[in-house]
């Protein structure tokens, strides 16, 4: 199998007013794809792009448990996020919540996002698809203005890396 890996090409679309679908295929089996999404050491490794350095990665990965991220920006302002799993299947699916710790009323319950990852198999590549549900059409734009994506772009790119580097 070769180890190339690509850059850029996680695709999003709008399925619906208050969905957000991002695809993006990586060159390495689901398993690894897998650990880089739900591993804390190589969280810390991508969930920033290139933006900043993860300095909270914490996640209790079963139903019911909590996770954690917090980045430091280049900019020097911190950045958190966190949520609970509400579903796992080990190198299938996650589903949790996600909350946007900098968002005005963000601790509320009622400002979580649903977010829905599907790992596929074929052939020894791996299509992850992230089916982020929100509770309203203006949370969605707030989330696709935010500039989410080119830091999405960067951080999947940093996964397939992380993803090749294990499967070696």
């Not at 990665?57 to 991220?69: E, F, I, K, N, P």
């Not at 799993?85 to 996600?98: G, K």
């Not at 710790?101 to 009622?110: C, H, I, L």
């Not at 979580?112 to 982020?132: C, K, Q, S």
Request: contains cysteine; hydrophobic residues 40%.
């Amino acid at each position: 199998m070769s180890q190339t890996t690509t850059k850029g090409t996680a695709v999003l679309t709008l399925p619906s007013d208050t969905e957000i679908l991002v695809t993006r295929e990586f060159n390495a089996p689901r398993h690894l794809v897998y650990r880089v999404f739900t591993e804390p050491d190589l969280i810390r490794r991508w969930w920033a792009g290139q933006r900043g350095n993860v300095t909270v990665a914490d996640v209790d990965l079963r139903v019911g448990g909590a996770w954690r991220y917090v980045l430091v920006a280049d900019g020097g302002f911190e950045v958190g996020f966190h949520g609970e799993y509400e579903e796992i299947v080990p190198d299938e699916r996650i589903v949790c919540t996600e909350i946007f710790e900098g968002m005005p009323g963000g601790e509320g319950a009622g400002e979580a996002t649903r977010i829905t990852y599907t790992f596929t198999e074929t052939d020894g590549r791996t299509t992850l698809e992230v089916l982020t549900a929100c509770k309203s059409k203006e949370t969605r734009d707030i989330i696709i203005s935010s500039g989410m994506e080119v830091g999405m772009q960067e951080g999947y790119d940093l996964v397939e890396e992380l993803a090749v580097e294990l499967a070696l």
